[in-house]
């Protein structure tokens, strides 16, 4: 039996080595698109990427050309391997493109695809990002947990999960900057707090204060580390009959209040709490001398009128020193009279551009099938949309990277309902490229077996190091410190 | 243990034959317990199944506690001791929240004390390996086996101190290690049963006793160096026999264990079977659901309504505030017709941190052909493909892909489609009843829709909306025929609208008009003359809407 196996396996690999060698010869173009999961034609990708491994869709045996390497597709998946895609990478000055061309074999005979590209960049992307991976729940949450994953590998890490703190809500991570050793998230129900992670100190805050109407919500830290503004909400949601934007997530009221770590205590300026308006979502500028936020007019009763409500963009001036704010809101983008909302305002590291997710009403983007990504820039106040980055279905939250040269945002476009991370080059103008996909070793079947949403994408500039233990412990057993109303 | 608790664990998991999920599951403390208890419970669909395949892994571990105990191969006299922890283990398994793991886990370290107990040398080092091993494969179990090869009884050889120091050394250490390491979200779920309960509930005293009675045992054997092992099994037998039994039929009372046969008839689409399960006690706004929403399914909700003990609208749909948890309102609201409703639910019910819930992924990929979402109900159906029970329902469900007239011609799919058609409203946000209206302005044809709707109104005692929902669904030459009880009801009104005040009346012109017949008229002449003679007469007339409306208090 051995003396026979050996060579026959000898054989075999000979002739695998034989079909990889060289490009199928006279096969005929079809003018077609290649078939591949997910699209990565002629998308930009920082060159500190993992491998952009992708599925073929269509049934015959086929082979790709990338560079002048010859890859097989092994259970339908085209896989670069670590040093091939280094390789074909680095081989790329700023801007050049790997050029791919997709062969597959039909009826005994190969075709082509359309070649296509992949551009590659000397903008290097944060090494680090995390997320929240959650079933796209309408009620309840079932297993849910905040995870990392090197974008530079497929390594993917939890930060926390709900298994570990009674099943509870795990919600709204949030960094400085990028700055993996500061961060904040909530936890509700069983063991809840909201938990400030501040340069390996673990600490868990009551929020819910005599004066506000809930909890903190959305968080967004100051350049300074010092404060941290936050939202308070009475959300609600409901569940259309067959709507396709199936649920509607909505505020009966609202307001934006600035946390100041060291003191626990909270401040707000009668223009970011007013009775007839609903405020959420702030966002410092990169200076820290502006609280940007979304304000509507408040309306009632709701939610019978939910589709009223819509967010315009203003700034208040803020100072850090007696953490006081300006006299007046000035507003950036009144898109109630555009017959649009405004939410997550996020600017750019140059303050140059602010980045938005731009919908019909209301402010629960992801639920919205017409949410697309918008920038203002910061110097005229113009506003447009960042037509690459869009797509038919939601394109909401965002973060840029630490140096604004990259952007990871939620996208509905795969599925209509599992969200999924899509990362996107901005060049000087604020221009966007055509979004890719998170790479994984094997897309097609990762993407299809995944039973939860990507949530909440944000760049970390290096690794979380938080113990799960410790972040733990601090929820199950610390009675927390009370914040107190300035 | 009841057969029908033990087959609704399948519905509480779905194992997938998956490189990633297999590989996740294993690399978890406990791991391996946790793949095996899956394995087996996939199997438990069939209750007969479950309850065969669970006594015989019990009768395992008898055998196996018998392997380790005894000193010879004719140690029959300590058979009876040995059967006690599977005693004890069979009536905590009675608790659905209670994982399988616990047996399973339990048998993972009967058998490392089985190898344990055959190996001659270097023992200290073997029982630390094997405690490793297990604490990593079976989870906190492997205290057990650490207490047990700690306290082991060998004829002629003595304890010593440094043996079992070590062993259950290894096992604090794997606990610690399991704690700081977040593998475990507690110091109790390391070294205790409650790391096989459900996450964060307060687990009953009951499940301990399976918990340490081995190692218990252990230390009883040890004590009797072999001399009347039998006398001190029988002793702790009388001592524990009477507590267990108080404690377990305690927790026997507790369980929700009808609901566990009407799902598994309600999951198995087997409606007869539902009926005669429901008809004990057909008055609980519960199973009057499940009763009522086999009726609908077999097309005589409105023809059988009133066979049985009717109650109020309850008895039609039991709203609860938490729909996160509510697997039979998913199931009700789809019977209804409500899709999106039964999707909402079913969605937050598709899983728990124990896994899929079958049921709810089949209702959420059904929902999913309904609404045209293809790559939505494919990633559904490829989940249950994997799972060898589910797997040729959802290839048949496959050929729906992306086929629009498939999907509209097929009768439950079809008309689901066709329900979500109504006009545009927030669901479970107002009355159930409310809520059908719109369906059924979209999907007159739902016949289950319709049923539910007349006999919402029926039973809500509303004869004034009756009236006006046999105006708008009955009246057409489509209309199916109206039914009995709705013609009694009608009968009825009409009768008596003509002395209440802010009632428009109308006639028998009216009834025969809208599908009353002449037969209806003649009895409900007979009811009253039974209803002047006094109550022994109108015993013929239970059954009918009259006896309904007079003498049921809702």
New interface residues.
């Given amino acids: 039996m051995n003396r026979i196996s050996i060579p026959f396996s000898l054989l075999v690999c000979l002739l695998v080595i034989v079909s990889c060698s060289g490009k199928p010869e006279g096969a005929s173009p079809s003018g077609e698109e290649a078939p591949i999961f997910p699209d990565y034609k002629e998308v930009t990708i920082p060159a500190n990427i993992a491998p952009l491994n992708f599925s073929f869709l269509g049934e015959g045996k086929s082979v790709l050309l990338a560079g002048d390497r010859l890859i097989r597709a092994r259970h339908g998946v085209f896989r670069f391997g670590k040093r091939n895609w280094k390789r074909l990478v680095s081989n790329c000055t700023d801007g050049e493109a790997v050029a791919l061309t997709v062969f597959e074999k039909k009826d005994g005979r190969w075709i082509s695809y359309k070649p296509f590209n992949i551009f590659v960049s000397s903008d290097r992307i944060d090494p680090w990002f995390s997320y929240r991976l959650i079933p796209p729940g309408y009620q309840g949450w079932q297993k849910m947990g905040i995870y990392q994953r090197n974008l530079e590998t497929y390594s993917e890490k939890a930060i926390l999960t709900n298994d570990l703190t009674g099943g509870n809500c795990l919600n709204c991570h949030t960094y400085r900057n990028g700055d993996p050793s500061k961060m904040v998230f909530h936890a509700r129900a069983t063991f809840g707090g909201t938990v400030m992670v501040n340069e390996g100190e673990v600490e868990k805050l009551n929020t819910k204060t005599d004066s506000t109407i809930s909890a903190l919500v959305y968080p967004y830290w100051h350049p300074s580390g010092e404060f941290v503004a936050f939202s308070v909400n009475k959300t609600l949601q409901a569940f259309y009959n067959h709507d396709p934007n199936r649920i509607e997530v909505y505020d009966q009221a609202s307001d934006v209040v600035v946390y100041n770590v060291r003191t626990h205590e909270i401040a707000w300026s009668p223009l970011t709490k007013s009775e007839d308006r609903f405020e959420t979502f702030p966002t410092f500028s990169p200076d820290g001398k502006w609280l940007y936020f979304c304000s509507a007019e408040a309306v009632a009763p709701m939610p019978d009128k939910h589709r009223e409500v819509r967010y315009g963009l203003y700034r208040i001036a803020f100072d850090e020193k007696d953490m006081s704010f300006g006299d007046s809101l000035e507003c950036i983008y009144d898109a109630p009279s555009d017959s649009a909302s405004v939410s997550f305002p996020r600017i750019s590291p140059d303050g140059r551009f602010l980045c938005f997710t731009r919908h019909g009403f209301g402010n629960f983007s992801i639920w919205h099938k017409d949410a697309d990504l918008w920038l203002v820039d910061l110097t005229d106040c113009s506003v447009r949309p960042m037509g690459n980055a869009n797509s038919d279905d939601v394109d909401s939250f965002h973060t840029w990277s630490s140096d604004g040269r990259w952007m990871v945002f939620s996208s509905r476009r795969d599925d209509g309902l599992y969200t999924k991370p899509y990362f996107t080059h901005i060049d000087d103008d604020g221009n966007a490229s055509k979004p890719f996909l998170l790479p994984q070793k094997s897309p097609g079947k990762y993407y299809k077996s995944l039973m939860s949403s990507y949530n909440l994408p944000a760049f970390t500039t290096g690794k979380v190091e938080i113990s799960k233990r410790k972040l733990t412990d601090v929820l199950r057993k610390s009675p927390g410190t009370d914040v107190k109303v300035k | 243990m009841n057969p029908f608790a033990l087959a609704y664990r399948e519905q509480q998991q779905l194992f997938i034959f998956?490189k990633?999920y297999i590989l996740g599951t294993l690399l978890k403390v406990g791991g391996l317990a946790t793949l095996l208890a899956r394995f087996i419970v996939q199997f438990f669909w069939n209750p007969a199944v479950a309850m065969v395949l669970t006594l015989l892994l019990l009768l395992l571990s008898a055998y196996m506690t018998w392997a380790w105990f005894r000193e010879s191969k004719k140690d029959w006299k300590i058979i009876p001791v040995c059967l006690i922890p599977a005693v004890f283990i069979g009536i905590s398994l009675s608790d659905n929240c209670l994982h399988f793991e616990y047996l399973v886990s339990i048998l993972l370290v009967q058998a490392g004390l089985l190898i344990y107990k055959g190996i001659k040398t270097n023992r200290a080092l073997w029982g630390v390996l094997l405690t490793i091993i297990l604490y990593f494969t079976a989870g906190s179990a492997a205290v057990i086996f650490a207490l047990c090869a700690a306290f082991e009884h060998r004829p002629g050889c003595k304890i010593g101190v440094f043996r079992p120091a070590v062993i259950i050394l290894a096992a604090a250490v794997c606990g610690i290690t399991a704690?700081?390491?977040?593998a475990v979200?507690?110091w109790t779920d390391a070294f205790t049963p409650s790391l096989y309960y459900d996450?964060?509930a307060t687990m009953p005293k009951v499940h301990w006793i399976g918990w340490i009675i081995l190692p218990l045992l252990s230390v009883l054997f040890l004590l009797s160096r072999g001399r009347g092992p039998f006398i001190c099994g029988l002793t702790l037998l009388l001592l524990t026999f009477i507590p267990a039994k108080k404690i377990s039929d305690k927790f026997e009372a507790a369980q929700p264990r009808i609901g566990h046969i009407f799902e598994y008839y309600t999951h198995n689409e087997d409606w007869d079977g539902l009926i005669k399960a429901c008809e004990k006690a057909p008055w609980l706004p519960r199973t009057a659901n499940y009763l009522n929403m086999a009726l609908a399914w077999k097309g005589e909700l409105a023809e059988h309504l009133l066979d049985y003990d009717q109650r109020g609208v309850s008895g039609l749909v039991m709203t609860t505030q938490d729909?996160?948890?509510d697997v039979a309102q998913a199931h009700i609201m789809f019977a209804m017709g409500?899709v999106?409703?039964a999707?909402?639910v079913a969605?937050?019910?598709?899983?728990?941190?124990q896994g899929?819930c079958p049921a709810m992924v089949k209702i959420n990929a059904q929902v999913e052909l309904m609404?045209g979402?293809y790559?939505?109900a494919?990633?559904y159906l490829?989940?249950l493909e994997k799972a060898p029970h589910y797997r040729k329902w959802a290839k048949e469900h496959r050929r729906f892909l992306y086929d629009d007239a498939a999907v509209e011609a097929d009768p439950l799919l079809g008309n689901g489609r066709r329900n979500?058609?109504?006009e545009?409203?927030?669901?479970?946000?107002t009355s159930p009843m409310t809520?059908l209206f719109?369906?059924l302005d979209a999907n007159p044809t739902d016949r289950r829709t319709l049923e539910y709707g007349l006999c919402y109104l029926l039973l809500a005692k509303d004869l004034n909306s009756v009236k006006h929902f046999i105006t708008d669904f009955y009246s057409s030459p489509d209309s199916p025929p109206l039914p009995r009880i709705a013609q009694e009801a009608i009968v009825f009104y009409s009768e008596y609208s003509r002395n209440m005040e802010g009632v428009e009346p109308f006639g028998m012109d009216w009834c025969y008009g809208h599908g009353v017949t002449p037969e209806t008229v003649k009895r409900f002449e007979e009811y009253k003359k039974a209803a002047v003679a006094g109550p022994a007469s109108l015993k013929r007339f239970r059954g009918t809407y009259w006896y309904y409306l007079v003498h049921t208090e809702i």
């Avoid at chain 2, 704690?179 to 977040?182: E, H, I, L, S």
């Avoid at chain 2, 969605?347 to 941190?353: C, H, I, P, Q, R």
């Fill in positions: 998956d990633t704690f700081f390491t977040a979200p507690t996450l964060d729909r996160a948890v409500n999106a409703a999707q909402d969605f937050n019910t598709l899983a728990s941190l899929f609404r979402t790559e939505v494919d990633k490829s989940l979500l058609e109504a545009n409203h927030f669901i479970m946000y809520e719109p369906i």
